[in-house]
């Protein structure tokens, strides 16, 4: 029998692979079930996020061992969801590989993030109140050392705690929310804001680009 | 038991939710229910437009206060639905946030708007007759504050009432129809718009844009 | 009861209308039901063909008089069918609006229209059979005048009889087939065609362009 | 009663034609069904790949003729997936006709291919255990021999033995796995991986193009 839970995960996963922000097997999720000691839900390493069951959800410890659930081991990447849910209280982490995400943390890798503001859309984060808001969606290198990119990530989010979604260079996105339905909401918000940039970036008169 | 109103708003935001244009409960939409005293349906605050159900909408009176309804509160914007329907006196008000009308809504605000014409697509929009048309689609700034945006907007209306639809700056569209199937007629027909003129845009000669 | 036709139609409509090139009761599609004399089914004038049903196909004669059906009235457009099926002796025409064949037929309705070579897509045309075939697409300009369109259709498809399919400018895509499952074909092979034509035209080298 | 296999490329092909990797009747599935003596199950030639049934599968030998099934006859690109597992040892072949895949097949044909290095999606490739892999991309001429093709594949992929998928130009994507579960996320990998490409392409600042 499904819980609630594993339910909005396999209906998101079908969602989020449809949009082609999960292809290949990509991505993970992640729900916090318990807080002292650290448990989370998450979804098994190279899983079809498109095609989800409830024995494709694993539950880890506060060090990323599995510790219940049937089929398959964690990502790798589990360690970078218990360092959000440690540096933010999140309730929920979702990792996402789209196009446009991946294409903006290229474009800007080397100025280590691009500034999102004056768009409508960001009062869908949490905390945000009005467009004139002014959020910077810091990229890390990537790293196939993920205890590294774990440590990376926690400093970063220790001293910009405004933050509600990390680049990673060349793969993809990481946000959270105090739930799953929040942190859903952040990628959808987060994904339209980057293909609005990247279109309006591609829209700029050619004159101004050749002189920039 | 829901209402065709009902039925149709749901079926409607599904659809709008998996194209992108009610991203992250973004969005609103209303139906006039009685002209005196003046009565809206409209949807509840921050509700996933995807997957609207029946206790997800609201009655709100000419001050766009809640008077029926079980869950939620009215957006904000719901000064906005009332300034349209009192200006044009239409039947329905659609609010949504694509991505082709917030870029192309920064990309011409400095002109206060743009015109579409020639295009066959224009005689969708009630009262339009032949492609030789040419529509004004009038930007607004945007603004947090709701009334004051009601009042430009009412404005913007009563010296343009051959307007079908306005563009708030990156943040989203406001059309209307004289009913609920006219106005979800005129945002598929204004996106489609919006998407052929920001396409048509990126393929102009490029020497012609260095030169320009 | 649903005919086989109908039922194709209905599916056609829901599909085009979910890819954006039927989009706001845009488009009609015909199927020739006799030749001696001249007899066409076609959707009714200003029907969403996303949810077409029975009621909404309507029966023509040889002059776009109505001549069965119960709801609507035959398009303008009626009469392009109809000359589309003389020329071509064509079982089938389908005409939709999508966003790459509008784009197309504006940039390229100087040159009277554009040709498209070299790809095996163009395999999926009756009667090509390689991918070394060059495609004329003729744009004629758009007009409000129907009966003058298709007089210009007509003499257009005598003079070029190996014409898979025409554009009208910032209007949309005629097509045809034999039958309804090779106009169908034909949409789906133009559609992609033109939008390769169109993003491989985006990535020139854009030295190129502004020396071109 | 369906197979499992078949049940999996309906399934396949309803979601490939969706995407649009599978337009007009274009593309061809097979999944290999004894080794000594080799026999494929692989769509009949000309079937629309959004509505595969039971019935549109054959069976055929090591030189590519049929020798079961009902309906149709083989493409001739048969022989082209019957070279793809002599040279690799698949056991699924799926070739797909995208745009992005066909812009990039003309783009890049002058340089005999492309390398895609950096995106973590890469390691969704079997084998590949780091993003900082370089998958070089082989792109072969079109040619109406498939007999010749076939020559042609055999050659590069025993000369090149890490690759992963081929482009043929302006036609679309070869690509394979160990079973069709491999082959399939191989598609979504690669097509992920190719629209990433071509619209960071696009992104290049406008300086550096004209300079180049």
Known sequence: MLTDVSQ??????????????????????????SREPLRLQI??????????????????????????GTVGKPSAET?????????????????????????????YAGDGGFEIGGYEMLKGLEGVTT????????????????????????????????THGILIRQHGLY???????????HVEILEFLFESVGRRRMMEPINEKVRG
């Open 8 to 33: 909005f995960l396999i209906r998101l996963g079908a969602d989020f692979h449809r949009r082609g922000w999960v292809l290949g097997t990509s991505g993970n999720f992640s729900v916090v079930t």
């Open 43 to 68: 979804t098994a390493s190279s899983m079809d996020k498109g095609r989800l069951q409830d024995e494709h959800f694993l539950e880890v410890d506060e060090n990323g061992k599995k510790i219940g």
């Open 79 to 107: 360690l970078l969801h218990i360092a959000v849910v440690r540096a933010t209280g999140a309730g929920s982490v979702l990792h996402t590989h789209s196009v446009w995400s991946t294409v903006l943390s290229d474009v």
């Open 131 to 162: 467009h004139e808001h002014r959020e910077w969606i810091p990229i890390l290198d990537n790293n196939q050392d993920m205890a590294q990119l774990a440590v990376q990530a926690s400093a970063l989010l220790r001293s910009r705690p405004q």
């Open 175 to 185: 946000t959270w929310g105090k739930d799953l339905e929040e942190a859903a909401r």
